[in-house]
Each structure stands twice: as structure tokens, then as C-alpha cells.
């Protein structure tokens, strides 16, 4: 690889959703023994860092985002000695360990708050955001981004406290310099640890405006993104100088405009997860794809960081439905259609991550009733649509369509009863096209998508032009096809992707584009040469290289 590449920039990433990856002691939960077990697996596949979701205690009502001790492993995922052990034998293996960060908020039973709630005059009151408010009527009219006031009244005290999320998660007080203090020795004592680095949950929300400021058109704009959290960020980059670490904050709210200010030299991070392409699955109803507005979005990050910052490159997480559902065709293109929406993906310009069980293909999940949803902002929703008229059947429909616990389902390891993910029940229903698509079933089929993200992995391993080389997009007004360019002097690719279920059309004799390019990666059995002019199939993918001698 070049010089002045960092490993974070070289390497492809993987997220385990830690409840629902590997089940090692029969109880229905994934574990840390789990991930350990299956390390060899993630480093066949080709994987230099993995990113766990939060192992920290929590009573668990947002799946561990709720977190009440910070140095302390959850029970049901393990022990801190367990930890250690992943840690030094993911080490062992060349893979790095990537932390999830939850510092807007704590859970209301973090022992902070617990004494926070005792009175107004609490040493520990400050350390969230308490404002007065009577019965009648909440200290402002702001919303929780999970539903309903973001506000919850304390009776005893008559005073509501601030949760931008649930009501068990009260916002931490970011201005109380003794909580800053106390998070920065919190996170220091991961670090010294030795991890790898942090994924930072829900970072563009820790400045709040002037409560008497109300929402714009955004409801949640009074905290997302709010002018002057850079003071913050900039005493959390401090911390993060004095290590070889990697960060990647979760920034909703953060426009590609200011991504340079995030992720440049001088940022506050190495990548943001930003929310400009991912949104466009966040219909209500599943509308039709526009192929446009995703190029659009995703084309205005790679621009505006272009040679100034990182991407972080993503179409999945635990927080969005499966993307061969959303964005592919999961009944008439499945294989096409995921390696298609990979392939797309994976070769711009940023790190990619991969989310468990993207590489196999799993798919959204037809819940059968509200009572096999366990995702609470999902259940919170599910009562909203009926209070507002919706019949149970349409109600269910739309949970369907949106509910991130689509991408929770245990992971599918083999075709056994429970998925290979365990031998007991799990927490959350098991998909049950586990049938046909799981990891055993496709390790060793040349043509399945495991082995095309086994592939995609490696081009990006062996080829420079892959990792820094400059993008540049052709055709953009096109509805079907993305089609873009990876060059450097010596090397370049081109990656072409028909994005529907229809065949695509294209004319490239209008631009200013290379000749000789030959197919390095295709979803298609021929070998199709390249053409200015031609047609692709639904969901046709190919990517082409060329050497300049
Ligand atoms: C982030 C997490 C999400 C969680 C929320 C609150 O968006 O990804 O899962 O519910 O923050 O912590
Ligand atoms: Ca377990």
C-alpha cells in the first residue's frame, strides 16, 4: 500500500450486532464467546476491524444504548476477562477492535442518575438536564426522536429531565464540565486497554439549544448538529491525538458541506456515519428506489471530501431494514440485487463497513405479529399508527417495512432449527429463509455473495487505485445505471451498476472516458466485454480495470 495510508483506511469493516451473532452457552443470546468462536470465520472472509455494538451493562431497553456502568460487561454477554481474551486473540489474528461509545446519555439506572433524581440540590443534579415544569405542561415542546415529549416529569422534584431518546436514557449534561471529566477518564481507561478505537453513538446530539428555542421544520434540529458542539468534539479529538486509534461518529444532522469540518485533517473524527443515502429508506411506505437521489447523495459526500477527509462507507447497520430489501429486490433478484448494491457501494472512496449477515444476503423479516417485534421506537409506533386510524394489518405492514429489528434477527450460520446461532430459542425469531440462505450454504459456492464479498475484499486488498484513488462519476442524470471511475496513474477501474429490475440502456460515447477496460468482477455468468454503447440486465454489475503503461 501507499505511503501515508492508515489502517483504517486499508481495511474493510464488520459490524456484529453482538445479541444476535453467536450464541456460545444456550441461552438464546449472542455472546462474547460467540464472536470469539467466530473470528476464523471473519478473517477468511477478510475483515481488519470489527465494530460491537455496546456490551456494557444496561437494563436493555434500548438494546444496550441504555448503559448503567461503563467499565462493567453486561451478564448475558460475558465477562470483562472474556473481553480481554477477544481482544488479545482478535489481535493475534490481525483484526482490530472497534468499541461502541454511548456518551450522549446514560441509562436512568446509571448510578448518576439514580442520585441525580434524589433532589434538586443533588452533587449529581447537574450532571443532566433538568429544567421546571409543571403537570400541565413540559418545560418546552420538544420531541424525542423515538416518539412523544422529550421530556419526562419528576413528580417529587417537579422538574422534567431532557431524553432525546427514550425516557430510560436521560441526556447527560455536556456543559457540566465534572461530566466531561468524567466521561474523558472513562474513556481513557478503554483505550489504555489497548482497543482499537471507537464508533461514537448519536455524537451530534450532545449541545442542546436554549430550551426557549423551538424546532424548525427538523423536530429534532434543537439537538442535532447544534452550533458550538465543535468545543466538545474538539476536547474528545485531544484524547483521541494520543493514541493510534480509529473513530467513526455516528452524525446524523451533519450536511456533506460540513463533512470537511468532521472528518478533515483538522476534524474531530476519522468518518462519520452520515444519513443523506441511508434516509432515503426511511418511506413509511416502500416507495420505488430513485436511483438519482441515491447517486446524488452519495456523489456529494465523495465530492465535498474528496483529498479533505474520509468516508465511511455503509448500507447496513442495526438500526435500518436489511438493504436487499429495501433498496434490492429480495423475490425476483435476490443474488443480483445484493451483490449489485455491494459492488456499488464498496469501491467508493471511503472505508467500507460490512454489517453481519449483508454478506450472506439476509433479508427483512415478515413479522407475523407486533408481538414478535422486540425494537421499542418500533412497538411505540406500531400504537401510534392504530391510535391514528391505521388497521392492525396496515399497521403490522408498515413495521414490516421499517422496523430495524429487520436487521436483527439471529444470524444464519446454517439451515438448523435456530440458524446455527444457537441450539435454544433465541431472543428475537429466526428468519426462516435460513433454509436456503445461510453462511454454511455459501462458503463454498464460487458464485454465491459470500464469496463475492470475499472477492470484493481482495480487489480492494491488492489494488491501491481502490483504497486512494480519485472518483469521478459518469452519466449522473442516468435513472438506472451508477456508474464511476477509481484512478490513479497506473491503474484505474470502472464500476457500473444497474440499479432496477428493468434492463438499462446507456450511451458513454459523450464522455470522456477510456478505452480497453476488461471485466474484473461481475455478477453475470458471460463475460461481456466492454462497450460505449450497450445494455445491461436487471441488477447487472460489472467492474472493469484498465493499466496505463
Ligand atoms: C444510535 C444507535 C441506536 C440507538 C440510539 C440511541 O442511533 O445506533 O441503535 O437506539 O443511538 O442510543
Ligand atoms: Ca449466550
Do not use: C
Not at 40 to 62: A, C, M, R
Not at 78 to 87: C, I, K, N, P, V
Request: charged residues 25%; negative net charge; aromatic residues 14%.
Amino acid at each position: 500500500m501507499t505511503k501515508n495510508v492508515q489502517w483504517w483506511q486499508q481495511e474493510v469493516g464488520y459490524q456484529i450486532y453482538p445479541a444476535s451473532f453467536k450464541d456460545s452457552n444456550q441461552d438464546g443470546i449472542g455472546d462474547i464467546n460467540g464472536i470469539r468462536e467466530k473470528l476464523s470465520y471473519l478473517k477468511e472472509l477478510g475483515i481488519g476491524f470489527i465494530w460491537i455494538n455496546p456490551i456494557y451493562s444496561s437494563p436493555f431497553v434500548d438494546n444496550g444504548y441504555d448503559i448503567s456502568d461503563y467499565q462493567e460487561i453486561l451478564a448475558k454477554f460475558g465477562t470483562m476477562a472474556e473481553f480481554d481474551l477477544l481482544l488479545t486473540e482478535a489481535h493475534q489474528m490481525g483484526i482490530r477492535v472497534i468499541m461502541d461509545l454511548v456518551i450522549n446519555h446514560t441509562s436512568d439506572q446509571h448510578k448518576w442518575f439514580i442520585e441525580s433524581k434524589k433532589s434538586v440540590d443533588n452533587p449529581f443534579r447537574e450532571y443532566y438536564l433538568w429544567a421546571d415544569s409543571t403537570a400541565e405542561s413540559a418545560p418546552n415542546e420538544w420531541q424525542s426522536i423515538f416518539g412523544g415529549s422529550a421530556w419526562t416529569r419528576d413528580e417529587e422534584t417537579d422538574q422534567s429531565y431532557l431524553h432525546v431518546f427514550a425516557k430510560e436514557q436521560p441526556d447527560l449534561n455536556w456543559e457540566n464540565p465534572k461530566v466531561r471529566e468524567e466521561l474523558f477518564t472513562m474513556i481513557r481507561w478503554w483505550l489504555e486497554k489497548g482497543i482499537d478505537g471507537f464508533r461514537l453513538d448519536a455524537i451530534s446530539h450532545i449541545k442542546k439549544e436554549d430550551y426557549a428555542i423551538p424546532a424548525t421544520a427538523n423536530p429534532f434540529s434543537p439537538f442535532q448538529n447544534v452550533a458550538g458542539i465543535g468545543e466538545y468534539l474538539t476536547e474528545l479529538k485531544t484524547i483521541f491525538d494520543e493514541y493510534d486509534i480509529m473513530t467513526v461518529g455516528e452524525a446524523s444532522g451533519v450536511s456533506a458541506a460540513e463533512g470537511p469540518q468532521w472528518v478533515g485533517k483538522a476534524g474531530y473524527f476519522d468518518m462519520i456515519f452520515e444519513f443523506d443515502h441511508i434516509s432515503l429508506w426511511n418511506h413509511e411506505e416502500q416507495g420505488v428506489l430513485d436511483v438519482v437521489k441515491l447517486k446524488q447523495a452519495l456523489t456529494e459526500w465523495q465530492n465535498s471530501l474528496a483529498g479533505k477527509g474520509w468516508n465511511a462507507l455503509y448500507m447496513e447497520n442495526h438500526d435500518v431494514p436489511r438493504s436487499v430489501s429495501a433498496f434490492g429486490d429480495d423475490e425476483n433478484y435476490w443474488l443480483e440485487s445484493a451483490k449489485a448494491l455491494g459492488m456499488m457501494y464498496f469501491f467508493l472512496q471511503g472505508t467500507p463497513f460490512i454489517y453481519q449477515g449483508q454478506e450472506i444476503g439476509m433479508t427483512n423479516m415478515a413479522f407475523e405479529s407486533i408481538e414478535q417485534v422486540d425494537a421499542l421506537d418500533s412497538r411505540k409506533l406500531y400504537q401510534r399508527l392504530l391510535q391514528e386510524g391505521h388497521t392492525p394489518a396496515e399497521s403490522l405492514a408498515i413495521i414490516r417495512s421499517t422496523t430495524r429489528d429487520n436487521s436483527r434477527t439471529p444470524m444464519q450460520w446454517t439451515n438448523e432449527k435456530f440458524a446455527g446461532f444457537s441450539s435454544e430459542k433465541p431472543w428475537l425469531v429466526v428468519n426462516p429463509n435460513k433454509d436456503i440462505i445461510n453462511v454454511k450454504a455459501q462458503s463454498k459456492e464460487p458464485n454465491s455473495l459470500l464469496s463475492f464479498y470475499k472477492k470484493m475484499i481482495q480487489l480492494r486488498k491488492q489494488h491501491t487505485a481502490l483504497v486512494t484513488g480519485q472518483f469521478k462519476e459518469y452519466l449522473p442524470q442516468h435513472k438506472q445505471l451508477f456508474i464511476y471511475e477509481r484512478a490513479e496513474a497506473s491503474e484505474q477501474f470502472l464500476i457500473m451498476v444497474n440499479l432496477t429490475a428493468e434492463n438499462a440502456a446507456f450511451d458513454l460515447t459523450t464522455e470522456k472516458l477510456a478505452e480497453d477496460w476488461s471485466v474484473v468482477l461481475t455478477n453475470q455468468l458471460d463475460e461481456h466485454r466492454f462497450d460505449f454503447i450497450g445494455e445491461f440486465a436487471p441488477y447487472e454489475a460489472r467492474m472493469y480495470q484498465r493499466k496505463s503503461f
